[in-house]
């Protein structure tokens, strides 16, 4: 090898390093593709538009709840329904920690309260709110959501963990239980909060629009969370403030049938849109007859069968429980010409359904009825309820509140103290109005555990359809309530939960 | 290539003697030879002479002068110094020279351009030597060097394998060589008719393996690679290459994971280690690493070799892709010589291979019978056999399936000038399904072309396109689709009413309880179409800037572009209807390019041999999906997505890149002691800036025992080489962003209309990093009694670590996906082990290949959960017992099989034993082994009761040949793993919902107290029979002959004229003979490609055999 070549070999070797170095920079950008169809979360969150999609994102989980897992459960789990599928468990209270449905309502009520937090951490991060009003309007929603949650998880589970920031890895997730009081500070907190922070109306320009809840709205979800821990005067109060902001509907049907959505008798609703099964509800798919192709999953309490063949906890009630002449009945309730599957023998016609939030229009079943979650009516009953705790009046504004929803949606004569004489007969009566009037809206069964009265009134049923005694509510799930004091039924906590956060703390008692 | 031998010999006007004494004469009159040797020439020179006592040197210098003659002769040739009387007037100069030479010991030859040349007369004589090269089964080997032994004198064959060399007197021998073939040196004697049969080089050591970035001779490599070559490969009929690989290569594990026509395999190497991320081998394709392990479009008659490297010191070179090793395809090149064409025409007939046995109508309604009444139900009508629906028995697997009828055309042609070689395809393929209305078509186009330009570049093309088109059914699963459906639906319906046209039932009451549907709806009235089109090439450039050192730039590209259609139509047969019509649509589109640098050095000093390389290379993807359905036509002409009014839609578009830097160094002393090194960086879009980069560095030495001096006097010892490598791999393939917190779709609606939500999607890990693979691999590659026999063997310890696992985290975390974290490690030991024998040689000959792997896979850490204790990852959960069957342990393989121990049924005498257990179980319910012994039914009760990965698994090929016929055998087997029988879980567990197996008819009753549980239907029983246990659990050991060919070529002096060169027929069976124990349909029939879900049976397409007639010839 001649020194001519060697130079020239230096030569080309250095051609080959700039070219190396040219296509290295050149090719940065191949190292850092840009993300189609998803961005960053943290990047999202910078302004004000990318907030709101985050604040959207909270209510999402609204949307499978409410068509389906929590309504079911519950409804079944109160003397509304009875079913004749699988879902025993729930009717019977006849499962265990690891039942599936529990563990939906756990993960998706702490997914929600993940995405308010992620909006709480992020809204000073945006760089462009165009109002003041909007940020409020942002926190405002995200409180309310978070307390909503907060509240569902506090009365089916109790004391569960605390989580108020967004969750960067394990450990943040794995907290212990809080005590059932903790909660209740951080809901009330949240809740007073956005009172002062929401609007009491929307506009309907992007971000406003109407659907989201007002001050209103919270203020009736907090009035909810005073009765549930007997703050009669505050429950009264914070309900006060709802009543002369809204009014009930003329026409009880038009809550439940698409055709007056976010009117003034609502304050807080799940929101079903759209034409896809990702935003619409498919709750009547549970809801139909068999006979129709639907599920039938819940299925009306009814006595016709005497407790001979209605099912394991039908027994005398819900059927019944209506006056004659509600016009309330014939919304919540159906019952088509069709063959009885569950007893034969019976008569064509003599099985009732429930009627409330049936949409058969789409062949698919998808609805876009909304699903009703604090009405004004609740503004009212709740007022009556905590005043006539606080002291018995006789034709006083209880009475009068109590008969709005019974003369305005039931068709009904108003009740005098002629009718209800004292405390013990007004709280019959308001127990009452408030199952025909909230009939399917997942109200009875958190009614029935407040009022300490769930064990008896499900026992009573159970001894109905197993008339040999071995069907037992299992009162070894009861606690006594710290707030309230009253026997209060706890699920289970997931399983899976004291498998994955070590920190958790004890599981409900009769679980183990 | 060599040049033409006449260039290489410039005829100098003068000095001629000066040349002559450099060089020996012997080697110049070979060159010469093949000159043209002319008397006409010379007929119009005269000369003039009239000398005495003169030395023949000097008359000839005086003929010299006279004449435009030169003479060429030896100094060396003493007789040249003789001194002679000639005396010529005007004589013609031959006559002259026959005068000089009559008596002399030397002759003369003289050639067309002036030149006379003087030699011994033994040494000018020539003579023709003519012959046929052919392979071993008898094919014409066009393009094979013959070389007259010693010198460079030669020619090759032409496209009928014929040749012919004019050979100098006294050459000894001809020497044949051909690229994967063993060399032949053939003595010439007094023949002039030399036919040779090629046999393929069993050792090879002379022969190129394809590895990373450039090619190796197989004696210098020092890690563990693998190579199969054409004839190999096109051995078989087959469809895919994974076919062609499977059982062929040691350490590499090739099962049919179902699915369709097109074929669906996956390929391990040397076992499996990610859990997350992918187990598939990286494909290079003519230097293209593929986007997916998906190259089935590749024709495998295109294929020149497939090179699988399988550890780390082979595979470093690809670093972040190669810890599940490589396989390194090449497609056919051209070579020097006439164009050449070769049509293949392959027919054949295929069938299902087995069937599964189901109850004849008698036998279900007597399990009818039988649960009804242990069920307390109603028995009424299925009490009376009379009935006209008992008299029917319809055999669905028989309705729906067919003889399925294949064609396979391809024309290859291949050829080149002096600097261009060129090679091309044309193929066509269509292949019926063995399921009714299921087929797939197959274009397929390819080119390669190379040009040596100068000394100094060289450009090369390889491109080929295909497209592909099938109908295809239903994939397996667990209910009444696919293939399941033909055994789930009992037999009492008819498919077809007295029209012909499909018929079903209109009622749900006895005795049409159950599975009654036809199946041959979902089968036959759907459309469903995918269309595969690919464009895959590369050119590459190489410019040799100094001897030894050759700068390339390669540019390669793959494009792959799917379509699909499916449409289900509107009908209303019996209780069977559809309202309305749904349409999907769907389209991708992978673009993916590469662009690499190399320099690569390769120089001998003395016994020190350098080979380096270093380079650089971009690589990109660039995937997108499409798929839009939508719903509502009522009509089936309108079957399109615009006649629809319900639509759907869903997208994704994600581009990923790779940035990288190697270097590699081979280093080896006099042949004897070698030394690798080799270097990766890689940068990756997969991860997040601080782990963007990794260093995959691997070295590997190895010892040519056989070349030390106190081996050499062994003869029977060609060589023995000892190789010992250790290096670091990575697999990045764990799914593009995961390193950031995305923002996941949430939407919500408000005034019924629905609203743009986002929600965080998981948690982001910004420390995400590769996982890598550390490996320690030793081999002993063996060869003897002159390539007879060759043998490797290897050892390897493969540990995963880092591997990505996704840990559980609290659900108050509210984000749906686990984090996922480099925390896990697996090991994969293992011993391979390669055999190839030339057992007979000669007119009958034989042939024997074989190989064997063992592989044990172990669990060493999956990470802890919250408590502390060892994860457990279960795997995919089977239906109707809602449990898994696999369970992933530390201490244990991956995807264990984990499950109860079945135990027979409950007999009668046992009532008090079985209450115990048990509360309602009684005398002919499923019996469960009390594995805890605490005399109750638990989860305690469950264990590890088998692997679903083969502990061994291999193949043996025998091949003999007499004249020209040729017969081989191809063996292939796996052992000791178990594979779970979903098919029989739901179909054998006497539950007379769904039609039953044959092997139900023996259910226990008092009467016959047999261990298969009692009939039910609903209850206690029937939910003990669903358990998954190793009742459904099979040994899934087999031994299958894959394979069996003849093959005739035809006579050579039976093919009349000049167009055909050869003819050759063969007749293949495949699949024809599997002995197992499993009773499924096949046993590698392992439908999950998921690690954690391995050996789980859900009926996928079934496996046919195949026999097939192939005609190939060569014009």
């Given at each position: 090898?001649?020194n001519?070549?060697?130079?020239?070999?230096?030569?080309?070797?250095?051609?080959?390093?700039?070219?190396?170095?040219?296509?290295?920079?050149?090719?940065?950008?191949?190292?850092?593709?840009?993300?189609?169809?998803?961005v960053?979360?943290?990047?999202?969150?910078?302004?004000e538009s990318?907030?709101?999609?985050?604040?959207?994102?909270?209510?999402?989980?609204?949307?499978?709840?409410?068509?389906?897992?929590?309504?079911i459960d519950?409804?079944?789990?109160?003397?509304?329904?009875?079913?004749?599928?699988a879902?025993?468990?729930?009717?019977?209270?006849?499962?265990?920690?690891?039942?599936?449905?529990?563990?939906?309502?756990?993960?998706s009520?702490?997914?929600?309260?993940?995405?308010?937090?992620t909006?709480?951490?992020?809204?000073e991060?945006?760089?462009?709110?165009?109002?003041?009003?909007?940020?409020?309007?942002?926190?405002?929603?995200?409180?309310?959501?978070?307390a909503?949650?907060?509240?569902?998880l506090?009365?089916?589970?109790?004391?569960?963990?605390?989580?108020?920031?967004?969750?960067?890895?394990?450990?943040?997730?794995?907290?212990?239980?809080?005590?059932?009081?903790?909660?209740?500070?951080?809901?009330?907190?949240?809740?007073?909060?956005?009172?002062?922070?929401?609007?009491?109306?929307?506009?309907?320009?992007?971000?406003?629009?109407?659907?989201?809840?007002?001050?209103?709205?919270?203020?009736a979800?907090?009035?909810?969370?005073?009765?549930?821990?007997?703050?009669?005067?505050?429950?009264?109060?914070?309900?006060?403030?709802?009543?002369g902001?809204?009014?009930?509907?003329?026409?009880?049907?038009?809550?439940?049938?698409?055709?007056?959505?976010?009117?003034?008798?609502?304050?807080?609703?799940?929101?079903?849109?759209?034409?896809?099964?990702?935003?619409?509800?498919?709750?009547?798919r549970?809801?139909?007859?068999?006979?129709?192709?639907?599920?039938?999953?819940?299925?009306?309490?009814?006595?016709?069968?005497?407790?001979?063949?209605?099912?394991?906890?039908?027994?005398?009630?819900f059927?019944?429980?209506?006056?004659?002449?509600?016009?309330?009945?014939?919304?919540?309730?159906?019952?088509p010409?069709?063959?009885?599957?569950?007893?034969?023998?019976?008569?064509?016609g003599?099985?009732?359904?429930?009627?409330?939030?049936w949409?058969?229009?789409?062949?698919n079943?998808?609805?876009?009825?909304?699903?009703?979650?604090?009405?004004?009516a609740?503004?009212?009953?709740?007022?009556?309820?905590a005043?006539?705790?606080?002291?018995?009046?006789?034709?006083?504004?209880?009475?009068?509140?109590?008969?709005?929803?019974?003369?305005?949606?039931?068709?009904?004569?108003?009740?005098?103290?002629?009718?209800?004489?004292?405390?013990?007969a007004?709280?019959t009566?308001?127990?009452?109005?408030?199952?025909?009037?909230?009939g399917?809206?997942?109200?009875?069964?958190?009614?029935?555990?407040?009022?300490?009265?769930?064990?008896?009134?499900?026992?009573?049923?159970?001894?109905?359809?197993?008339?040999?005694?071995?069907?037992?509510?299992?009162?070894?799930?009861?606690i006594?309530?710290?707030?309230?004091?009253k026997?209060?039924?706890?699920?289970?906590?997931?399983?899976?939960?004291?498998?994955?956060?070590?920190?958790?703390?004890?599981?409900?008692?009769?679980?183990? | 290539m060599?040049?033409?031998?006449?260039?290489?010999?410039?005829?100098?006007?003068?000095?001629?003697?000066?040349?002559?004494?450099?060089?020996?004469?012997?080697?110049i009159?070979?060159f010469?030879?093949?000159?043209q040797?002319?008397?006409?020439?010379?007929s119009?020179?005269?000369?003039?002479?009239?000398?005495?006592?003169?030395?023949?040197?000097?008359?000839?210098?005086?003929?010299?002068?006279?004449?435009?003659?030169?003479?060429?002769y030896?100094?060396?040739?003493?007789v040249?110094?003789?001194?002679?009387?000639?005396?010529?007037?005007?004589?013609?100069?031959?006559?002259?020279?026959?005068?000089?030479?009559?008596?002399?010991?030397?002759?003369?030859?003289?050639?067309?351009?002036?030149?006379?040349?003087?030699a011994?007369r033994?040494?000018?004589?020539?003579?023709k030597?003519?012959?046929?090269?052919?392979?071993?089964?008898?094919?014409?080997?066009?393009?094979?060097?013959?070389?007259?032994?010693?010198?460079?004198?030669?020619?090759?064959?032409?496209?009928?394998?014929?040749?012919?060399i004019?050979?100098?007197?006294?050459?000894?021998?001809?020497?044949?060589?051909?690229?994967?073939?063993?060399?032949?040196?053939?003595?010439?004697?007094?023949?002039?008719e030399?036919?040779?049969?090629?046999?393929?080089?069993a050792?090879?050591?002379?022969?190129?393996?394809?590895?990373?970035?450039?090619?190796?001779?197989?004696?210098?490599?020092?890690?563990?690679?693998?190579?199969?070559?054409?004839?190999?490969?096109?051995?078989?009929?087959?469809?895919?290459?994974?076919?062609?690989?499977?059982g062929?290569?040691?350490?590499?594990?090739?099962?049919?994971?179902?699915?369709?026509?097109?074929?669906?395999?996956?390929?391990?190497?040397?076992?499996?280690?990610s859990?997350?991320?992918?187990?598939?081998?990286?494909?290079?394709?003519?230097?293209?690493?593929?986007?997916?392990?998906?190259?089935?479009?590749?024709n495998?008659?295109?294929?020149?070799?497939?090179?699988?490297?399988?550890?780390?010191?082979?595979?470093?070179?690809?670093?972040?892709?190669?810890?599940?090793?490589?396989i390194?395809?090449?497609t056919?090149?051209g070579?020097?010589?006439?164009?050449?064409?070769?049509?293949?025409?392959?027919?054949?007939?295929?069938?299902?291979?087995?069937m599964?046995?189901?109850?004849s109508?008698?036998?279900?309604?007597?399990?009818?019978v039988?649960?009804?009444?242990?069920?307390?139900?109603?028995?009424?009508?299925?009490?009376d056999?009379?009935?006209?629906?008992?008299?029917?028995?319809?055999?669905?697997?028989?309705?729906g399936?067919?003889?399925a009828?294949?064609?396979?055309?391809?024309?290859?042609?291949?050829?080149?000038?002096?600097n261009?070689?060129?090679?091309?395809?044309?193929?066509?393929?269509?292949?019926?399904?063995?399921?009714?209305?299921?087929?797939?078509?197959?274009?397929?186009?390819?080119?390669?072309?190379?040009?040596?330009?100068n000394?100094?570049?060289?450009l090369?093309?390889?491109?080929?396109?295909?497209?592909?088109?099938?109908n295809?059914?239903?994939?397996?699963s667990w209910?009444?689709?696919?293939?399941?459906g033909f055994?789930?639906?009992?037999?009492?319906?008819?498919?077809?009413?007295?029209?012909?046209?499909?018929?079903?039932?209109?009622?749900?009451?006895?005795?049409?309880?159950?599975?009654?549907s036809?199946?041959?709806?979902?089968?036959?009235?759907?459309?469903?179409?995918?269309?595969?089109?690919?464009?895959?090439?590369?050119?590459?450039?190489?410019?040799?800037?100094?001897?030894?050192?050759?700068?390339?730039?390669?540019?390669?590209?793959?494009?792959?572009?799917?379509?699909?259609?499916?449409?289900?139509?509107?009908?209303?047969?019996?209780?069977?209807?559809?309202?309305?019509?749904?349409?999907?649509?769907?389209?991708a589109?992978?673009?993916?390019?590469?662009?690499?640098?190399?320099?690569?050095?390769?120089?001998?000093?003395?016994?020190?041999?350098?080979?380096?390389?270093?380079?650089?290379?971009?690589?990109?993807?660039?995937?997108?999906?499409?798929?839009?359905?939508?719903?509502?036509?009522?009509?089936?002409?309108?079957?399109?997505?615009?006649?629809?009014t319900?639509?759907?839609?869903?997208?994704?578009?994600?581009?990923?890149?790779?940035v990288?830097?190697?270097?590699?160094?081979?280093?080896?002393?006099?042949?004897?002691?070698?030394l690798?090194?080799?270097?990766?960086?890689d940068?990756?879009?997969?991860?997040?800036?601080?782990?963007?980069?990794?260093v995959?560095?691997?070295?590997?030495v190895a010892?040519?025992?056989?070349?030390?001096s106190?081996?050499?006097?062994?003869d029977?010892?060609?060589?023995?080489?000892?190789r010992?490598?250790?290096?670091?791999?990575?697999?990045?393939?764990?799914?593009?962003?995961?390193?950031?917190?995305?923002?996941?779709?949430?939407?919500?609606?408000?005034?019924?209309?629905?609203?743009?939500?986002?929600?965080?999607?998981?948690?982001?890990?910004?420390?995400?990093?590769?996982?890598?693979?550390?490996?320690?691999?030793?081999?002993?590659?063996?060869s003897?009694?002159?390539?007879?026999?060759?043998?490797?063997?290897?050892?390897?310890?493969?540990?995963?670590?880092?591997l990505?696992?996704?840990?559980?985290?609290?659900?108050?975390?509210?984000?749906?996906?686990?984090?996922?974290?480099?925390l896990?490690?697996?090991?994969?030991?293992?011993?391979?082990?390669?055999?190839?024998?030339?057992?007979?040689?000669?007119?009958?000959?034989w042939t024997?290949?074989?190989?064997?792997?063992?592989?044990?896979?172990k669990?060493?850490?999956?990470?802890?959960?919250?408590l502390?204790?060892?994860?457990?990852?279960?795997?995919?959960?089977?239906?109707?017992?809602?449990?898994?069957?696999?369970?992933?342990?530390?201490?244990?393989?991956?995807?264990?099989?984990?499950?109860?121990?079945?135990?027979?049924?409950?007999?009668?005498?046992?009532?008090?034993?079985?209450?115990?257990?048990?509360?309602?179980?009684?005398?002919?319910?499923?019996?469960?082994?009390?594995?805890n012994?605490?005399?109750?039914?638990?989860?305690?009760?469950?264990?590890?009761?088998?692997?679903?990965?083969?502990?061994?698994?291999?193949?043996?090929?025998?091949?003999?040949?007499?004249?020209?016929?040729?017969?081989?055998?191809?063996?292939e087997?796996?052992?000791?793993?178990?594979?779970?029988?979903t098919?029989?879980?739901?179909?054998?567990?006497?539950?007379?919902?769904?039609?039953n197996?044959?092997?139900?008819?023996?259910?226990?009753?008092?009467?016959?107290?047999?261990?298969?549980?009692?009939?039910?239907?609903?209850?206690?029983?029937t939910?003990?029979?669903?358990?998954?246990?190793?009742?459904?659990?099979?040994?899934?050991?087999?031994?299958?002959?894959?394979?069996?060919?003849?093959?005739?070529?035809?006579?050579?002096?039976?093919?009349?004229?000049?167009?055909?060169?050869?003819?050759?027929?063969?007749?293949?069976?495949?699949?024809?003979?599997?002995?197992?124990?499993?009773?499924?349909?096949?046993?590698?029939?392992?439908?999950r490609?998921?690690?954690?879900?391995?050996?789980?049976?859900?009926t996928?397409?079934?496996?046919?055999?195949?026999?097939?007639?192939?005609?190939?010839?060569?014009?």
């Amino acid at each position: 090898m001649n020194n001519n070549i060697n130079i020239e070999k230096m030569k080309n070797i250095k051609y080959i390093i700039i070219l190396s170095l040219f296509l290295t920079f050149g090719c940065e950008n191949i190292l850092e593709p840009p993300i189609q169809g998803a961005v960053a979360l943290d990047d999202l969150l910078l302004t004000e538009s990318g907030i709101i999609t985050a604040v959207n994102g909270i209510y999402e989980q609204l949307l499978d709840q409410y068509q389906n897992v929590i309504v079911i459960d519950l409804e079944l789990a109160s003397d509304n329904a009875f079913t004749w599928r699988a879902e025993t468990q729930y009717d019977i209270y006849n499962f265990d920690a690891t039942l599936s449905n529990f563990q939906d309502i756990w993960t998706s009520h702490y997914t929600g309260i993940t995405r308010a937090n992620t909006v709480l951490d992020a809204l000073e991060s945006v760089e462009d709110y165009s109002s003041e009003e909007m940020k409020d309007a942002i926190e405002g929603q995200a409180k309310f959501l978070r307390a909503f949650y907060y509240f569902n998880l506090v009365r089916m589970f109790g004391g569960v963990p605390i989580i108020e920031h967004k969750v960067m890895g394990r450990e943040d997730a794995e907290q212990p239980r809080a005590s059932i009081e903790e909660v209740y500070v951080l809901i009330k907190s949240d809740l007073d909060d956005a009172i002062t922070l929401l609007p009491t109306e929307y506009t309907g320009a992007s971000g406003m629009e109407v659907g989201r809840p007002t001050t209103y709205a919270a203020s009736a979800l907090k009035a909810m969370v005073l009765l549930e821990l007997e703050e009669w005067g505050n429950a009264a109060q914070a309900a006060d403030a709802v009543i002369g902001n809204g009014a009930l509907l003329a026409n009880y049907a038009d809550y439940f049938n698409g055709s007056n959505e976010n009117s003034e008798g609502s304050l807080f609703e799940v929101q079903y849109g759209g034409t896809e099964g990702g935003t619409t509800s498919q709750i009547s798919r549970y809801i139909k007859p068999p006979d129709f192709a639907g599920l039938g999953h819940p299925i009306p309490t009814d006595d016709i069968y005497n407790g001979g063949g209605g099912g394991l906890s039908s027994g005398n009630s819900f059927v019944q429980c209506f006056e004659p002449g509600d016009l309330r009945k014939s919304v919540t309730i159906a019952n088509p010409d069709i063959p009885n599957f569950i007893d034969p023998t019976q008569l064509d016609g003599t099985m009732y359904f429930m009627n409330k939030f049936w949409n058969d229009v789409d062949p698919n079943l998808l609805s876009t009825y909304n699903f009703t979650l604090i009405r004004y009516a609740d503004a009212l009953l709740i007022r009556a309820e905590a005043l006539n705790e606080v002291g018995y009046v006789a034709d006083g504004e209880a009475f009068d509140l109590l008969n709005e929803t019974r003369t305005t949606h039931g068709g009904l004569v108003a009740l005098t103290s002629a009718d209800l004489a004292d405390q013990a007969a007004f709280r019959t009566a308001i127990r009452q109005e408030r199952r025909v009037e909230f009939g399917f809206e997942v109200k009875r069964y958190f009614d029935l555990n407040r009022w300490g009265i769930l064990e008896e009134t499900i026992q009573a049923q159970m001894d109905i359809s197993d008339p040999t005694g071995e069907t037992v509510f299992p009162s070894e799930n009861l606690i006594s309530h710290p707030i309230t004091g009253k026997d209060y039924f706890l699920y289970p906590v997931p399983n899976i939960e004291f498998i994955n956060n070590a920190e958790l703390g004890d599981q409900n008692p009769g679980y183990n | 290539m060599k040049k033409k031998l006449p260039n290489l010999i410039p005829i100098p006007k003068s000095g001629i003697i000066k040349i002559v004494r450099t060089m020996k004469l012997a080697l110049i009159i070979v060159f010469l030879s093949v000159l043209q040797v002319s008397a006409n020439v010379y007929s119009q020179v005269t000369v003039n002479l009239d000398v005495q006592d003169k030395p023949i040197r000097e008359v000839l210098k005086t003929i010299e002068q006279q004449s435009q003659v030169r003479f060429f002769y030896s100094d060396d040739l003493l007789v040249m110094s003789e001194l002679i009387d000639v005396k010529a007037d005007n004589k013609n100069i031959i006559g002259v020279l026959d005068d000089i030479f009559s008596k002399s010991p030397l002759t003369y030859k003289a050639y067309d351009n002036n030149l006379i040349v003087i030699a011994p007369r033994d040494l000018l004589q020539q003579k023709k030597v003519t012959g046929t090269v052919t392979a071993k089964d008898g094919t014409p080997l066009p393009g094979v060097n013959v070389v007259v032994t010693g010198t460079t004198m030669g020619t090759l064959t032409d496209a009928a394998g014929k040749y012919s060399i004019e050979v100098p007197q006294g050459s000894k021998s001809l020497t044949f060589s051909f690229i994967g073939m063993e060399a032949q040196e053939i003595t010439i004697g007094t023949l002039t008719e030399i036919n040779v049969t090629m046999l393929e080089s069993a050792v090879g050591l002379e022969e190129v393996v394809v590895v990373g970035y450039g090619t190796i001779k197989k004696k210098d490599i020092t890690g563990s690679v693998a190579s199969l070559g054409r004839e190999e490969i096109e051995s078989r009929p087959i469809l895919t290459f994974e076919d062609a690989l499977k059982g062929r290569i040691s350490g590499v594990q090739v099962r049919q994971t179902g699915g369709d026509l097109a074929g669906d395999f996956s390929i391990s190497i040397r076992g499996v280690g990610s859990v997350n991320g992918t187990n598939d081998p990286l494909i290079v394709v003519d230097g293209v690493p593929l986007f997916s392990s998906d190259f089935s479009t590749i024709n495998p008659k295109d294929i020149q070799s497939m090179d699988v490297l399988k550890d780390a010191s082979a595979t470093a070179i690809y670093g972040a892709r190669a810890a599940n090793g490589v396989i390194m395809i090449t497609t056919k090149q051209g070579r020097k010589g006439e164009l050449r064409l070769t049509l293949d025409v392959d027919l054949g007939f295929e069938q299902i291979s087995k069937m599964y046995e189901v109850m004849s109508t008698e036998q279900q309604r007597l399990l009818f019978v039988e649960a009804f009444t242990n069920s307390g139900r109603s028995t009424a009508v299925y009490d009376d056999p009379t009935n006209p629906i008992w008299q029917i028995d319809t055999d669905w697997q028989e309705e729906g399936t067919q003889t399925a009828f294949r064609q396979n055309y391809n024309l290859g042609f291949g050829g080149g000038s002096e600097n261009t070689n060129y090679s091309g395809s044309f193929s066509y393929l269509n292949r019926e399904g063995t399921l009714k209305s299921t087929d797939f078509q197959q274009y397929s186009l390819r080119l390669n072309v190379s040009s040596q330009f100068n000394k100094y570049l060289k450009l090369s093309t390889n491109l080929t396109g295909s497209h592909q088109e099938e109908n295809y059914a239903d994939a397996d699963s667990w209910g009444a689709v696919g293939y399941r459906g033909f055994l789930q639906n009992h037999s009492y319906t008819e498919p077809y009413d007295e029209n012909g046209e499909l018929t079903a039932v209109n009622t749900t009451a006895a005795p049409y309880f159950g599975s009654n549907s036809n199946p041959l709806i979902d089968l036959l009235l759907p459309t469903k179409t995918r269309n595969v089109n690919r464009i895959l090439g590369n050119t590459k450039l190489d410019v040799t800037l100094l001897d030894g050192l050759v700068l390339s730039g390669n540019f390669g590209g793959d494009i792959v572009l799917r379509d699909g259609y499916a449409y289900n139509p509107v009908y209303s047969i019996g209780r069977f209807s559809r309202d309305q019509g749904d349409v999907t649509v769907n389209a991708a589109q992978q673009v993916n390019w590469v662009g690499d640098i190399t320099l690569d050095y390769d120089k001998q000093f003395g016994a020190h041999n350098i080979k380096a390389l270093a380079g650089f290379s971009v690589q990109q993807y660039k995937q997108t999906n499409t798929n839009t359905s939508g719903a509502g036509t009522i009509d089936n002409q309108l079957n399109q997505l615009s006649n629809q009014t319900d639509f759907g839609a869903t997208g994704t578009d994600v581009t990923s890149g790779l940035v990288s830097y190697f270097g590699r160094a081979i280093y080896n002393y006099g042949d004897k002691y070698y030394l690798t090194g080799t270097v990766r960086y890689d940068g990756s879009s997969r991860f997040g800036a601080d782990n963007r980069y990794g260093v995959f560095p691997s070295g590997s030495v190895a010892w040519r025992i056989s070349e030390e001096s106190f081996l050499q006097s062994i003869d029977i010892l060609d060589d023995l080489k000892l190789r010992v490598g250790y290096g670091l791999t990575g697999n990045q393939d764990i799914g593009d962003f995961a390193f950031i917190t995305k923002a996941g779709s949430a939407q919500y609606v408000f005034g019924n209309s629905v609203v743009v939500g986002n929600a965080p999607e998981n948690i982001g890990n910004p420390n995400l990093k590769w996982e890598s693979n550390v490996q320690f691999g030793v081999g002993i590659d063996l060869s003897l009694f002159k390539g007879r026999i060759y043998s490797s063997i290897d050892y390897y310890d493969k540990q995963s670590q880092d591997l990505l696992i996704s840990t559980p985290i609290p659900l108050t975390a509210g984000v749906s996906v686990n984090p996922i974290v480099n925390l896990g490690s697996f090991q994969n030991t293992g011993v391979e082990f390669a055999l190839n024998t030339r057992n007979i040689e000669g007119d009958f000959s034989w042939t024997t290949s074989f190989n064997i792997s063992f592989n044990k896979n172990k669990v060493i850490d999956i990470g802890t959960n919250s408590l502390g204790e060892p994860l457990e990852i279960p795997g995919e959960q089977i239906p109707l017992a809602w449990a898994p069957a696999n369970l992933t342990r530390a201490g244990q393989e991956a995807a264990g099989f984990y499950m109860y121990t079945w135990d027979g049924v409950w007999q009668l005498g046992e009532e008090a034993e079985a209450a115990a257990w048990d509360g309602p179980a009684q005398p002919g319910d499923p019996k469960y082994v009390d594995l805890n012994g605490n005399g109750i039914f638990d989860a305690g009760d469950k264990s590890f009761v088998g692997t679903p990965q083969p502990k061994y698994f291999g193949g043996m090929d025998n091949t003999f040949s007499y004249k020209n016929l040729s017969l081989s055998v191809f063996l292939e087997f796996a052992g000791g793993y178990k594979v779970y029988n979903t098919a029989r879980n739901l179909l054998a567990r006497s539950v007379p919902f769904v039609h039953n197996f044959a092997e139900v008819a023996d259910f226990w009753t008092p009467e016959n107290p047999s261990n298969v549980s009692r009939p039910s239907q609903g209850g206690y029983t029937t939910s003990q029979t669903n358990i998954v246990s190793t009742r459904w659990l099979e040994d899934g050991s087999y031994l299958k002959i894959k394979n069996i060919r003849l093959s005739y070529l035809l006579p050579a002096e039976s093919i009349k004229g000049d167009f055909i060169n050869s003819a050759k027929f063969t007749l293949t069976a495949s699949n024809f003979f599997t002995f197992t124990k499993y009773t499924g349909l096949d046993p590698e029939a392992s439908s999950r490609n998921d690690l954690l879900s391995q050996g789980l049976d859900f009926t996928p397409y079934p496996p046919t055999k195949l026999i097939s007639l192939a005609i190939q010839v060569n014009f």
